[in-house]
């Protein structure tokens, strides 16, 4: 975690994701069938917690698609896809650092980001559609066990993705379900502070105060990706029975053919370490 400046990492993720991830949500929400589109609100709402008048608001923000539709060019929708990748290489800058990768190409860069948005956005009407169905009588247990799966295969996804497939897919595993568990965790318990925050920050600073509270949530959310994404490769390189159950028959966690890792810090390092950015990020 002081390797990779958890607290500067954890600012940079939350920050990119909440400047980027609404303004392309609602857009991509805009050109997809009421039913998807209904699906992604209610995931997106259920997820940070939101109620009450920024619960009116969130949907007020999905239901104009009309509007949005026609307010948004080809050029635009281009710009904010591109806008949105700065979050996904904020990702792939942290899982690099976890695992001592050394920098990725610039070739690609937009794609792969690209590419994960669209997973995310599929993962999201996923999850809605599954929290519909659980209101028309689908056991509990049966959504719960489906909704971890489809988080579980979106971080996976992820961390492969964004490593450019030089570490193996079983390793990485273990980072995902770390991931999908903390993020599950933080969402569970979201819905109950979350709706707290947003009043009293709705009260103090009217609309801003519900992005204030919409970026403590991303805050939080930030840390659990970061300690999923540190907890990784400390699995992976475990020399006892963690490390053989992460890594499988094979002794190497990076596929045949991978570039080298970058050798680890050549001090001992401090907590002030976690709140400075290395010109390596």
């Known amino acids: 975690m002081l390797e990779i400046e958890f607290v500067d990492r954890s600012i940079a993720l939350a920050g990119k994701g909440f400047a980027s991830f609404f303004p392309?949500?609602?857009?991509?929400a805009a050109l997809l069938p009421p039913e998807a589109r209904?699906?992604?609100?209610?995931?997106?709402?259920?997820?940070?917690?939101v109620r009450g008048d920024a619960l009116v608001l969130a949907r007020e923000a999905f239901a104009s698609s009309e509007?949005?539709?026609?307010?948004t060019s080809l050029l635009g929708l281009a710009l904010t896809i591109l806008f949105a990748t700065s979050f996904t290489t904020a990702l792939q800058r942290v899982y690099l650092r976890t695992w001592r990768r050394p920098p990725g190409v610039r070739v690609g860069r937009y794609w792969?980001?690209?590419?994960?948005?669209?997973?995310?956005?599929?993962?999201?009407?996923?999850?809605g559609a599954?929290?519909?169905?659980?209101?028309?009588?689908?056991?509990?247990?049966?959504?719960?066990?489906?909704s971890f799966a489809v988080m579980t295969g979106l971080w996976w996804f992820a961390s492969w993705l964004l490593l450019l497939g030089e570490v193996r897919?079983?390793?990485?595993?273990?980072?995902a379900l770390i991931t999908s568990f903390a993020l599950s965790v933080y969402s569970a318990s979201a819905t109950i502070w979350m709706p707290e925050v947003v009043s009293g920050n709705e009260a103090q600073f009217g609309f801003f105060g519900i992005a204030l509270s919409l970026v403590t949530w991303f805050s939080g959310a930030a840390m659990c990706v970061l300690v999923g994404a540190c907890v990784g490769p400390v699995f992976a390189e475990d020399a006892g029975l963690i490390g053989r159950l992460v890594r499988g028959e094979k002794t190497t966690t990076l596929k045949a053919g991978a570039r080298p890792p970058l050798p680890g810090p050549?001090?001992?390092?401090?907590?002030?370490?976690?709140?400075?950015?290395?010109?390596?990020?």
């Open 169 to 175: 897919p079983r390793v990485l595993l273990s980072t």
């Open 130 to 146: 599954l929290r519909g169905e659980s209101d028309r009588g689908l056991s509990f247990a049966v959504v719960l066990a489906v």
């Open 112 to 127: 792969r980001g690209a590419v994960w948005l669209a997973a995310m956005t599929l993962s999201l009407a996923v999850l």
């Open 67 to 71: 509007s949005v539709r026609q307010a």
């Open 24 to 28: 392309l949500v609602i857009v991509i």
């Open 38 to 49: 209904a699906s992604i609100v209610t995931s997106v709402t259920v997820m940070f917690g």
């Open 266 to 281: 050549d001090r001992e390092l401090s907590l002030r370490d976690a709140f400075q950015s290395s010109e390596y990020s």
